[in-house]
């Protein structure tokens, strides 16, 4: 019996493939969903692996051609695979890198066009430069530094634009909280409002003239408060929310916090404290499995300079372990 393996975007597909190779007396044995090759299979696509047999001998020609066209190992490549590897890349996205780099510059490439490529690969999980929607609301676990990266954006926008956001507390659990980006907000010159509950953030809501940073309270949105306000904003048009996790966070952990905040349908991911993380692969291998584009990276306490849209270029370098990571991905 001769069987061989067929990978194709369906069933139907790969089963056309057997018939056509092996004929229409093809035997299916298996079917599995697997990984697509290269950078798409890192970034979550699949495909169907089928096995088909024929129980007869087939022509030796086929299978010899297509052993023949496979490549032999190219050891420059395997090269350039070890150094993203040794930089702290996933080996399945530095193999695809390495594969995307043109035959001419494999040779000779440096670590700033293994950077180009990783950073075009790496391209549909950043956000990128998007305007500001009515209400960016920020919700995470207790210490991943939302207020703080509210604090930054404002401080940038005003910085950069002269564009006063408002900043919205809605936090009724913790004072300090609170009286923090009240401060921010007063050295920013932002219009801050308090908000203990849904009425006063629908209050807060209706009420502005520009777009609101609101910043909520680091507890379970199973929480009766916490989902009071999530079905209140769920309601509205025009509100963009950002699920903020640590750098450093594990795959596991970030599965747990994906699973329970999965009911607020965050639309962003905010990336902070890229430098007191060893790694980002574990926190990129969970965007793997459930896509959500980044908007925000931040990498220290300072604001605003700490801060930084999220682009191709930038994951790229928080890949690669280069710090700080504004200058490093210019």
């Known amino acids: 019996m001769y069987s061989k393996q067929y990978r194709k975007p369906s069933v139907r597909e790969a089963l056309k493939a057997a018939r056509e190779e092996l004929g229409a007396d093809a035997l299916v044995l298996s079917t599995d969903l697997v990984s697509v090759d290269g950078w798409r299979g890192w970034l979550g696509a699949r495909e169907v692996q089928m096995t088909a047999a024929i129980d007869r001998k087939v022509s030796e020609s086929r299978p010899l051609r297509a052993k023949r066209r496979q490549p032999d190992t190219d050891p420059i490549r395997h090269s350039l695979v070890a150094r993203l590897v040794a930089s702290g890349v996933d080996p399945m996205l530095a193999d695809a890198v390495a594969k995307s780099v043109p035959d001419a510059e494999c040779r000779g490439?440096?670590?700033?066009?293994l950077r180009r490529a990783l950073a075009a690969l790496l391209g549909p999980l950043?956000?990128?430069d998007e305007d500001f929607a009515r209400a960016e609301v920020f919700i995470g676990p207790p210490g991943v530094g939302k207020t703080t990266t509210i604090a930054k954006i404002a401080a940038r926008e005003r910085a950069g634009n002269g564009r006063a956001l408002g900043m919205v507390a809605a936090d009724g659990f913790r004072a300090g909280a609170v009286e923090q980006l009240r401060i921010y907000a007063t050295i920013i010159g932002s219009p801050f409002k308090v908000a203990?509950?849904?009425?006063?953030?629908?209050?807060?809501l209706s009420g502005s003239r520009q777009p609101l940073l609101?910043?909520?309270?680091?507890?379970?949105?199973?929480?009766?408060?916490?989902?009071?306000?999530?079905?209140?904003?769920?309601?509205?048009?025009?509100?963009?929310?950002?699920?903020?996790?640590?750098?450093?966070?594990?795959?596991n952990s970030a599965r747990r916090i994906f699973d329970a905040y999965e009911g607020a349908r965050p639309d962003r991911l905010v990336i902070?404290?890229?430098?007191?993380?060893?790694s980002l692969n574990p926190l990129l291998a969970v965007l793997r499995e459930r896509p959500l584009p980044v908007s925000f990276i931040t990498a220290g306490q300072r604001v605003p300079e700490d801060l930084d849209r999220a682009t191709p270029a930038l994951l790229a370098s928080a890949m690669l372990r280069e710090l700080p990571l504004s200058q490093e991905a210019n």
């Open 109 to 113: 490439a440096t670590i700033a066009g």
């Open 126 to 128: 950043a956000a990128g």
């Open 196 to 204: 203990r509950n849904a009425e006063e953030l629908d209050k807060a």
């Open 272 to 278: 902070t404290k890229i430098d007191e993380a060893e």
């Open 214 to 251: 609101v910043d909520t309270a680091g507890r379970s949105p199973n929480d009766p408060a916490v989902r009071e306000l999530l079905q209140l904003l769920g309601k509205r048009r025009l509100v963009r929310t950002h699920l903020v996790m640590a750098a450093d966070t594990s795959a």
